[in-house]
């Protein structure tokens, strides 16, 4: 096996898009700073709407094969080379919105067997060994089966992936340090929906979503985590923008199919969920997902000094 960088970041995911959306300027940082970055996406997005009239014609797999082809345009804005489906490309798709008769299709990825999906992200983990897990909360973020199922796998795998005695044939045991999970803090979203009020006339979208609509999105004191990821503002945008059958991007601003506008978050945040958090002073957020991490170096984690060495 090729050695790998120092530092190594995975992060679980439902669908195409959903990437770029809540981590694309951390991916984008991370890569840049020579960490290898990890994706792994358990669906390929088959059921969505899709923007484009001249793209509307594709549905079900020809639709997952195209945003194969985005995410992978995505991946490369962001200097990402490793990026999975989970179980393999096709192997569960997507489950459609909670409430659908698509949930009980046997293929998609809600109807998976917990543990067999698990095991298919436990092979990632001990080939990578990442130190850090970045996923949903329980809820998914939004009630979406699928990022409730993503959130279930990536919390599951990461416990069977240090376990001795689970499935010696996907190699070594490997404990993941620390777990996040995607946040927005609502004085963040407040406030970014009050701005986009105020231009909402100049933006060719009809009307705005609401603080509600934004995944993760919970009370300031959760907020563990903040990533800056203003530097990597281009990247970010570009990756969302090469989901062009999910997303429509007009910098600060995107909407999704349903054509309400949202603002893009140019510092990620994030709750720290297991493990110990890391050289931040007291109540002040971490800046710096690996920062604690024992035998990492470069990673004090001090809030207010980044270290830029990309
Ligand atoms: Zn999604």
Redesign the pocket.
Same mark, same amino acid.
């Given at each position: 096996m090729t050695e790998l960088p120092g530092r190594r970041l995975l992060l679980v +995911?439902? !669908?195409p &898009? &959903?990437e770029s959306i809540n981590n694309g300027a951390t991916m984008a940082r991370y890569a840049a700073e020579g960490a290898h970055v990890t994706l792994v996406t358990c669906t390929l997005?088959e059921r969505g709407e899709v923007i484009p009239p001249e793209l509307a014609h594709l549905t079900g797999e020809a639709l997952g094969s195209h945003r194969r082809t985005e995410l992978a345009a995505a991946m490369a804005v962001l200097g990402v080379h490793d990026f999975r489906s989970l179980g393999g490309p096709g192997r569960h798709q997507d489950s459609g919105m909670m409430g659908l008769a698509d949930n009980d299709d046997p293929r998609c990825f809600w109807q998976a067997d917990l543990d067999e999906a698990a095991a298919e992200l436990v092979g990632v983990i001990r080939e990578v060994r990442p130190q850090v897990l970045v996923t949903y909360d329980p809820d998914g973020g939004y009630g +979406?089966p &699928? !990022?409730i199922q993503a959130h279930r796998v990536a919390m599951r795998a990461a416990d069977l992936a240090a376990e001795r005695d689970f499935r010696p044939d996907l190699g070594t045991p490997w404990t993941i340090t620390k777990i996040y999970w995607n946040r927005v803090p609502r004085s963040v979203a407040e406030e970014a929906f009050a701005r986009l009020k105020d231009v909402l006339d100049e933006l060719p979208f009809p009307a705005s979503a609401a603080v509600d609509d934004v995944p993760g999105v919970v009370d300031d004191n959760l907020i563990t985590t903040e990533i800056d990821g203003t530097a990597h503002a281009a990247a970010k945008a570009a990756a969302m923008r090469a989901h062009a059958t999910q997303i429509e991007v007009v910098e600060p601003w995107f909407a999704l199919s349903n054509q309400l506008a949202q603002p893009i978050f140019l510092v990620e945040y994030y709750e720290l969920v297991r493990g110990e958090r890391g050289g931040a002073r007291t109540g002040e957020p971490e800046t710096d997902l690996f920062a604690g991490i024992p035998g990492i170096p470069g990673t004090s984690g001090i809030s207010g000094t980044s270290e830029v060495n990309a």
């Amino acid at each position: 096996m090729t050695e790998l960088p120092g530092r190594r970041l995975l992060l679980v +995911h439902a !669908h195409p &898009d &959903d990437e770029s959306i809540n981590n694309g300027a951390t991916m984008a940082r991370y890569a840049a700073e020579g960490a290898h970055v990890t994706l792994v996406t358990c669906t390929l997005g088959e059921r969505g709407e899709v923007i484009p009239p001249e793209l509307a014609h594709l549905t079900g797999e020809a639709l997952g094969s195209h945003r194969r082809t985005e995410l992978a345009a995505a991946m490369a804005v962001l200097g990402v080379h490793d990026f999975r489906s989970l179980g393999g490309p096709g192997r569960h798709q997507d489950s459609g919105m909670m409430g659908l008769a698509d949930n009980d299709d046997p293929r998609c990825f809600w109807q998976a067997d917990l543990d067999e999906a698990a095991a298919e992200l436990v092979g990632v983990i001990r080939e990578v060994r990442p130190q850090v897990l970045v996923t949903y909360d329980p809820d998914g973020g939004y009630g +979406h089966p &699928d !990022h409730i199922q993503a959130h279930r796998v990536a919390m599951r795998a990461a416990d069977l992936a240090a376990e001795r005695d689970f499935r010696p044939d996907l190699g070594t045991p490997w404990t993941i340090t620390k777990i996040y999970w995607n946040r927005v803090p609502r004085s963040v979203a407040e406030e970014a929906f009050a701005r986009l009020k105020d231009v909402l006339d100049e933006l060719p979208f009809p009307a705005s979503a609401a603080v509600d609509d934004v995944p993760g999105v919970v009370d300031d004191n959760l907020i563990t985590t903040e990533i800056d990821g203003t530097a990597h503002a281009a990247a970010k945008a570009a990756a969302m923008r090469a989901h062009a059958t999910q997303i429509e991007v007009v910098e600060p601003w995107f909407a999704l199919s349903n054509q309400l506008a949202q603002p893009i978050f140019l510092v990620e945040y994030y709750e720290l969920v297991r493990g110990e958090r890391g050289g931040a002073r007291t109540g002040e957020p971490e800046t710096d997902l690996f920062a604690g991490i024992p035998g990492i170096p470069g990673t004090s984690g001090i809030s207010g000094t980044s270290e830029v060495n990309a």
